[in-house]
């Protein structure tokens, strides 16, 4: 097929860290079958082109990503929501703070920037969004299958299914380890050595590969399809199930730990895909 003739694509960035645009270019395999035409960090225009498919990633942090998303949509067949800021506001959502606004614009030197919006979005509280790729950033497998022209295959349940440790029933830690703390044991469930891991909860599809080499599963694939719209609560209540079930840990010392910045990050923003304003279709559209 002629390189004119190939489906184009563009890479759409609001507010976000790049993380996403780097695993795709490390995805390179898509070169064959798509014509990109608009990334920031590859090849950039005044405006995104009319394409095939847009990629969005990042949120809507200022009136600059709104005017930009609005914009791109409008040129697009397809739109996919890629990684954890376009779907839930990611780590730029941490600005919805009173308290933070008020600090960054209370310096004169700030102001000749975007005007910020009240709160950090995700992309489809404003268009339509075909498909949803969480992650932070989406692993480069996936990417590979999102543009593949195959039928995309039926991803894991949850990452506990991906790792492959295997779990203890005589190995109950009575307190909850430090993320970095304690020497991690080859082959054994980690929540077995008293590590705080929702990868039981969490959406399978990226290969486990923080839990494989000893990294506690902090949720940033989202919740699994078990949990996908259910409230806070529902997760909430499952986690600590399983980690009652497999372990002598005070259930006050897990919920602390659950509700802690360590995990908010990702965790918290399960509850965004149990919007109830916006319906069944999250479940049926996440890759």
Not at 43 to 53: G, R
Not at 73 to 83: E, H, L, N
Not at 114 to 135: A, F
Not at 254 to 273: E, G, I, N, T, V
């Amino acid at each position: 097929m002629a390189y004119k003739d190939l489906k184009s694509f563009a890479v759409l960035q609001l507010s976000g860290c790049a993380g996403c645009e780097v695993a795709l270019l490390n995805a390179g395999e898509w070169v064959d079958d798509y014509r990109l035409v608009y990334m920031p960090l590859v090849i950039s225009s005044h405006a995104v082109p009319e394409v095939d498919l847009l990629l969005v990633s990042g949120g809507i942090r200022t009136d600059e990503d709104l005017y930009n998303l609005r914009r791109a949509a409008r040129k697009a067949d397809q739109i996919v929501a890629i990684g954890t800021c376009a779907i839930s506001g990611g780590i730029a959502s941490l600005g919805n703070q009173d308290d933070v606004r008020k600090m960054f614009l209370s310096q004169p030197e700030r102001r000749n920037i975007p005007r910020i919006l009240p709160k950090c979005s995700p992309i489809d509280d404003y268009i339509e969004v075909d498909q949803y790729l969480p992650g932070c950033p989406p692993t480069p497998e996936l990417f590979l299958i999102l543009l593949s022209s195959e039928k995309q295959p039926k991803m894991p349940m949850t990452v506990c299914q991906e790792c492959g440790r295997e779990k203890k029933r005589d190995m109950r830690p009575q307190h909850l380890v430090g993320f970095q703390q304690g020497e991690v044991l080859p082959d054994i469930c980690l929540i077995n050595q008293g590590y705080l891991c929702v990868g039981t909860s969490t959406r399978g599809g990226c290969r486990a590969l923080c839990t494989r080499p000893g990294h506690p599963c902090v949720g940033c694939r989202g919740p699994s399809d078990a949990l996908i719209m259910k409230d806070a609560e529902a997760w909430f209540n499952t986690i600590s199930r399983v980690f009652s079930s497999m372990t002598d840990i005070p259930a006050d010392e897990l919920d602390a730990a659950l509700r802690s910045p360590q995990l908010a990050l990702y965790l918290f923003q399960f509850s965004d895909y149990a919007d109830p304003e916006k319906g069944p279709r999250q479940k049926e559209k996440v890759l």
